[in-house]
T-cell receptor
Framework: SQTIHQWPATLVQPVGSPLSLECTVE??????LYWYRQAAGRGLQLLFYSVGIGQISSEVPQNLSASRPQDRQFILSSKKLLLSDSGFYLCAWNPEIRNTIYFGEGSWLTVV | AQSVAQPEDQVNVAEGNPLTVKCTYS??????LFWYVQYPNRGLQFLLK??????LVKGSYGFEAEFNKSQTSFHLKKPSALVSDSALYFCAVRDPFSGGYNKLIFGAGTRLAVHP
């Protein structure tokens, strides 16, 4: 069966420090991968998506970047965090030929 | 523009009563519609989807949703609510212009509170 793992679950980082959130999917190949951010416990914003290794598309210009070094690995990064980067980050995936998107458990980022 | 509206910020229901969480959409062409549930500090869990076919879609945990093309709605329903159904519910529609990936447009979410 397919599963998605996301870590760390919780992170407290000082302003100006780097960030790395990692996501891996098991039990599938060539998935579409996504990073979402959820602010204020409600609205979901698509940040990045990837349809293959090294192929990253950004939805919203910001202080973050994403990379896909392996087929089932998706990383969200920042060189210098801002207070406004705080939020709940969700990794998601869908099989290449199916429509349903499945989400990971999320990572809470607090920038202090 | 493609959009999804969840007109109720919160829905309160007594346990054992039927529940409805409303969703309306505006997209070009035939919509692909989804419902997700989010429990506190957790990721989103997929409940059900409508792609084509029968307008009444059955999903996880006893939930169902009815696609109504004329009213552009996709309301989530359950015949008998449980306290454990209390959570945040999101309606979403696939952006028809998202090409080879699935860009979902989400509603703002509706908080369901089921009271004993």
């Amino acid at each position: 069966s397919q599963t998605i793992h996301q870590w760390p679950a919780t992170l407290v980082q000082p302003v100006g420090s780097p960030l790395s959130l990692e996501c891996t999917v098991e039990g599938t190949s060539n998935p579409n991968l996504y990073w979402y951010r959820q602010a204020a416990g409600r609205g979901l914003q698509l940040l990045f998506y990837s349809v293959g290794i090294g192929q990253i598309s950004s939805e919203v210009p910001q202080n973050l970047s994403a990379s896909r070094p392996q087929d089932r690995q998706f990383i969200l990064s920042s060189k210098k965090l801002l207070l406004s980067d705080s939020g709940f980050y969700l990794c998601a995936w869908n099989p290449e030929i199916r429509n349903t998107i499945y989400f990971g458990e999320g990572s809470w980022l607090t920038v202090v | 523009a493609q959009s999804v509206a969840q007109p109720e910020d919160q829905v309160n229901v007594a346990e054992g009563n039927p529940l409805t969480v409303k969703c309306t959409y505006s997209v070009s062409g035939n919509p692909y519609l989804f419902w997700y549930v989010q429990y506190p500090n957790r990721g989103l869990q997929f409940l059900l989807k409508y792609i084509t076919g029968d307008n009444l879609v059955k999903g996880s945990y006893g939930f169902e949703a009815e696609f109504n093309k004329s009213q552009t709605s996709f309301h989530l329903k359950k015949p008998s609510a449980l306290v454990s159904d209390s959570a945040l519910y999101f309606c979403a529609v696939r952006d028809p212009f998202s090409g080879g990936y699935n860009k979902l447009i989400f509603g703002a979410g509706t908080r369901l509170a089921v009271h004993p």
